[in-house]
């Protein structure tokens, strides 16, 4: 390893693919991002040109290897992470995809799901694969393609076409088709794959009439998928895994119990639950951590649909804000919201509510309340829903949560972490790095080549930039999470049609 300077993350991500060099304390040495197309050909249809991410991340690749002059024999691995669920399908032959990749937020297929509900899947569908039986995963994205693209089902019946999910995707490329492989946290997002099992589920294929021959090989996250030779020398790739499992590894959550808070656009709370899938009552969903032996672990997963959006919201529509790092100072300049709620619940809520049909919400207005109350209101509904997904998760984990890492744009505001903490009675520390969805896949491939020898040496690097304390009292806490229940159950009742007093 003495002339391996660099591990690279390749983070193909849902707008943009990124390339980092990490050295061995984990530290950036260069990144480069280039944004992609999104194409929308229908209202709620969401594609990516398959091509494009391709070429993207071949460029930003180079392009970061460039920038500080760095040749293939320096790099000791080259790990990916993606955005999940997004489904490609693509000529063995040529390698030419079939049809363009259908992105995870895409609703095409929500009539097949209805249908599958209907028939009862959703009992077999949540013990199986850990989801919510759902068109967000790619199993009915796949089925759609075979459905609609002339040729593509009897091609499939043929043994001719491959699927895969971005990391597939990206590996078989870097690999000219050499490898056809996925890893378990990837596999366990499809809505195909036996978690319990570790394998491809045979009756939920048969039921989208997905042939075996199609799928990737699932392999653990840290392991050598295959050399590439598309940068001057031979690279191995030895790690895969989806970007919320890459961010809790690159966070160190390697323990049972370990959690991570991700403040994107939408937020993302992953708990790992060790060998143990815990199976959620309220919603969360059952899926399969990053992990670097063999045997697996688990995490549960929660998402917030509108976290960092609501900062945009206010700043883009409300024009309230010019930026989102102002709104901390007008949180800042009140001493409290004076009693108004903002629940932002612009697409329904998520767990542990799943109120689909339930629309955004202010309560408790008076003639004294100002910008800053409304804007703190705002800031605060991030932390209310993080919370109520940590408390489901307490719930049906029955672990502790001793600290809070956190990461995404929104980790920033430091009234937001401040107020987390206080009302979830729970340490926050904030890393020095808060690229941990590439900094993970870039640990998963450095411990399977020897880069990093163990987790041991990788949590060395793991260093905190900042950490949150509660403080306030109980009686507190209680009165504002009182309040944001009560501010929820008016946005669930506005929605709902036959409330009896209407
Ligand atoms: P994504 O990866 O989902 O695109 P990022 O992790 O880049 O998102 O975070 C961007 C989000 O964070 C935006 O919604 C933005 O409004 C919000 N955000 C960024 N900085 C702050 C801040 N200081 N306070 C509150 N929200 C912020």
Redesign the pocket.
């Known amino acids: 390893m003495e002339n391996k300077k660099y591990v690279i993350a390749m983070d193909q991500?849902?707008?943009s693919s990124r390339a980092i060099l990490f050295n061995e304390r984990g530290e950036i040495v260069s990144m480069v991002q280039h944004e992609f197309r999104q194409i929308f050909p229908q209202p709620g249809w969401v594609e990516h040109d398959p091509m494009e991410i391709w070429s993207t991340q071949m460029g930003v690749t180079m392009e970061a290897m460039q920038k500080i002059d760095a040749k293939s024999d320096e790099i000791a691995a080259i790990g990916i992470t993606n955005q999940r669920e997004t489904t490609v399908v693509w000529d063995a032959e040529t390698g030419r995809p079939v049809y363009n990749a259908i992105v995870w937020q895409c609703r095409r297929t929500a009539d097949m799901i209805d249908r599958m509900k209907e028939e009862g899947w959703e009992e077999k569908i949540k013990e199986k694969t850990g989801l919510v039986l759902d068109a967000y995963f790619s199993a009915s994205k796949i089925a759609w393609i075979l459905d609609n693209v002339p040729g593509a089902r009897e091609a499939a019946e043929a043994g001719k076409l491959r699927f895969g999910t971005v990391d597939s995707w990206l590996i078989w490329n870097l690999t000219d088709g050499a490898v056809h492989a996925t890893d378990y946290t990837n596999a366990s997002r499809t809505m195909l794959f036996d978690i319990h099992k570790l394998c491809w589920d045979r009756e939920i294929l048969d039921y989208f009439g997905i042939p075996e021959s199609m799928l990737p090989e699932v392999k653990p996250s840290s392991c050598i998928f295959g050399d590439t030779e598309k940068f001057g020398g031979a690279i191995p790739i030895a790690g895969a895994a989806g970007d919320q499992q890459s961010a809790l590894f690159g966070q160190c959550g390697f323990e049972s119990g370990d959690v991570k808070s991700?403040?994107?656009?939408?937020g993302f709370l992953l708990m790992n639950t060790g060998h143990d899938a815990v199976r959620s009552k309220q919603g969360l969903l059952t899926t399969i951590a990053a992990s670097d032996g063999e045997r697996v672990n688990y995490a549960l997963e929660g998402s917030v649909f509108v976290?960092?959006?609501?900062?945009?919201w206010l700043?883009d529509e409300m024009r309230m804000i010019r930026t989102?790092?102002q709104?901390?100072e007008y949180c800042r300049a009140v001493p409290d919201t004076d009693g108004v709620y903002v629940v932002p619940a612009f697409s329904g809520m998520g767990a542990p509510y799943w109120q689909q049909y339930a629309r955004g919400t202010i309560v408790g207005l008076t003639r004294g309340v100002t910008k800053d109350h409304f804007i703190r209101a705002t800031?605060e509904s991030?932390a209310y829903q993080t919370n109520d997904l940590i408390a489901a998760m307490k719930d049906e984990a029955c672990l502790e949560i001793n600290s809070l890492k956190v990461?995404?744009?929104?980790s920033?505001?430091d009234f937001?972490m401040q107020f987390q903490s206080d009302i979830s009675n729970v340490k926050i520390e904030r890393p020095m790095c808060v690229e941990t969805t590439a900094l993970g896949a870039a640990y998963l491939a450095g411990l399977a080549v020897g880069y990093w020898k163990s987790k041991e040496d990788i949590k060395q690097n793991w260093q905190r930039e900042k950490e949150f304390v509660p403080s306030i009292d109980d009686e507190r806490r209680r009165r504002l999470l009182k309040g944001w229940r009560r501010a929820v159950k008016c946005a669930v009742y506005w929605a709902s049609e036959d409330n009896e007093d209407d």
């Open positions: 991500g849902t707008t991700t403040y994107g656009t939408g976290a960092g959006a609501a900062i945009q700043r989102s790092p709104s901390e800031v991030l990461d995404g744009g929104a920033a505001n937001l």
